[in-house]
Antibody, heavy 124, light 111 residues
Framework: EVQLVESGGGLVQPGRSLRLSCAASGFTFDDYAMHWVRQAPGKGLEWVSGISWNSGSIGYADSVKGRFTISRDNAKNSLYLQMNSLRAEDTALYYC?????????????????WGQGTMVTVSS | QSVLTQPPSVSGAPGQRVTISCTGSSSNIGAGYDVHWYQQLPGTAPKLLIYGNSNRPSGVPDRFSGSKSGTSASLAITGLQAEDEADYYCQSYDSSLSGPVFGTGTKVTVL
């Protein structure tokens, strides 16, 4: 069964850090680009970051650039998101999503598999 | 602020046809980038509904169809059913932002 399972969310104070993980199974992980997408409570979807199949290409939304770092370990079938200098506006459910293709720059492929998400709450 | 604009809500009676628009610009839909659609049932993760403007993944009923023209795209649901009540999002790529972008989302209500 194709599956993505996120972990690492929780309650954190503003300015602190958190690292999210996403464990993939049921498909050849290193063939595909991967993404993080977030959804603030009661709001829409926002793309956060993406990484190509070989980590050669990485992209970030302007809202997180310089604070968040995406990475992957193909040997462990895992995707990560290191979140530093967290702000209240980063509070959201963070989804891990598989791209239908392998690249991210100029990619027109959709996100065909989604995890159930891990909640991040930034509050003092 | 999303660069793809959708109506906040649409509604219809069971069996009716509803359409959801997704309006972009020359840096995304108008530049020729494909549009994809996702369905998010209450309390669940988004699910890919339409990809490449008009293609349905395996298992998606043919009641759902997509189209694209110019700087806009549309999702149509024919024979509306109670189980279609959900939020729907369009998605494309934006060359100015150098990344994927989502629409503002549309809540479909079955009357």
């Amino acid at each position: 069964e194709v599956q993505l399972v996120e972990s690492g969310g929780g309650l954190v104070q503003p300015g602190r850090s958190l690292r999210l993980s996403c464990a993939a199974s049921g498909f050849t992980f290193d063939d595909y680009a991967m993404h993080w997408v977030r959804q603030a409570p009661g709001k829409g979807l926002e793309w956060v970051s993406g990484i190509s199949w070989n980590s050669g290409s990485i992209g970030y939304a302007d809202s997180v650039k310089g604070r968040f770092t995406i990475s992957r370990d193909n040997a462990k079938n895992s995707l990560y998101l290191q979140m530093n200098s967290l702000r209240a506006e980063d509070t959201a459910l963070y989804y891990c999503a598989k791209d239908m293709g392998g690249r991210i720059v100029g990619a027109t492929t959709p996100f065909d598999i989604w995890g159930q998400g891990t909640m991040v709450t930034v509050s003092s | 602020q999303s660069v793809l604009t959708q109506p906040p809500s649409v509604s219809g009676a069971p069996g009716q046809r509803v359409t959801i628009s997704c309006t972009g610009s020359s840096s995304n839909i108008g530049a020729g980038y494909d549009v994809h659609w996702y369905q998010q049932l209450p309390g669940t993760a988004p699910k890919l509904l339409i990809y490449g403007n008009s293609n349905r993944p395996s298992g998606v009923p043919d009641r759902f169809s997509g189209s694209k023209s110019g700087t806009s795209a549309s999702l149509a649901i024919t024979g509306l059913q109670a189980e279609d009540e959900a939020d729907y999002y369009c998605q494309s790529y934006d060359s100015s932002l150098s990344g994927p972008v989502f629409g503002t989302g549309t809540k479909v209500t079955v009357l």
